[in-house]
């Protein structure tokens, strides 16, 4: 059972900045966040993970709250390439290395 | 280097049938995880090695199902016999033995039973 919540789908405009949230109410203190996206029926591309400080990568930024309960996937200049489906999972640490994905939020890039 | 790599990529069997799925795992990660999409449903997760042994088989739907990675390099998953909710997706991820470490997936080997 997925342990975390997302919006099914949202909309952003070509170049601007994506935002996407998640709550994970029920993280364990050595859980992480992790985030992954999958575009048509590719395999899921890993995007960035986290485990109580914000992160960057050349792909995204991940902002967690202080208390850990929710975080938010921001994709800084989104383009039409980054519609798809993207996931948000909590796990690692002692939960082992399953990934539970859930439904997960449908990004549409628009024109 | 060398990404997930998965065998084949499309497979189309007749009911009752065998199929076997490969899956070279990232060189050097000992955690290689087997999941699997059927038609509308979520991906599900169905096992994970560490290196030859079998970590977590919670996610086997039922033993016509039988994951293999002899020698902790490559797995197989085999269908025996194949049934027609066995279609579907199967995709397959490694990572490093390192806790928190990232999975990466390969592109998964769409089954199909007809």
């Known amino acids: 059972d997925a342990k975390t919540t997302q919006p099914p789908s949202m909309d952003c405009a070509e170049g601007r900045a994506a935002n996407l949230p998640c709550n994970h109410s029920?993280?364990?203190?050595?859980?992480?966040v992790y985030w992954y996206r999958q575009i048509h029926s590719q395999g899921p591309q890993y995007i960035i993970h986290?485990?109580?400080n914000n992160e960057t990568n050349e792909m995204a930024s991940l902002i967690i709250t202080e208390d850990r309960k929710s975080s938010t996937l921001i994709l800084p200049h989104a383009t039409l390439r980054d519609t798809a489906v993207y996931y948000c999972?909590?796990?690692?640490?002692?939960?082992?290395?399953?990934?539970?994905f859930g439904k997960g939020t449908s990004l549409l890039v628009t024109p | 280097e060398a990404g997930v790599t998965q065998f084949p990529s499309h497979s189309v069997i007749e009911k009752g049938q065998t199929v076997t799925l490969r899956c070279d795992p990232i060189?050097?990660?000992?955690?290689l995880y087997w999941y699997r999409r059927v038609m509308g449903k979520e991906i599900k997760f169905l096992l994970h090695?560490?290196?030859?042994?079998?970590?977590?088989e919670s996610g086997m739907p039922n033993n016509r199902f039988l994951a293999e990675r002899t020698g902790g390099t490559y797995s197989t998953l085999k269908v025996q016999p194949a049934e027609l909710e066995d279609s579907g997706v199967y995709f397959c991820?490694?990572?490093?033995?390192?806790?928190?470490?990232?999975?990466?997936f390969g592109q998964g080997t769409r089954l199909t039973v007809v």
């Open positions: 060189s050097g990660h000992d955690n």
């Open positions: 090695f560490v290196k030859e042994s079998k970590q977590d």
């Open positions: 991820a490694s990572s490093p033995l390192i806790v928190g470490a990232e999975a990466f």
């Open positions: 029920t993280i364990s203190g050595n859980e992480y």
């Open positions: 999972i909590v796990g690692g640490g002692n939960s082992g290395y399953a990934l539970n």
């Open positions: 986290g485990l109580k």
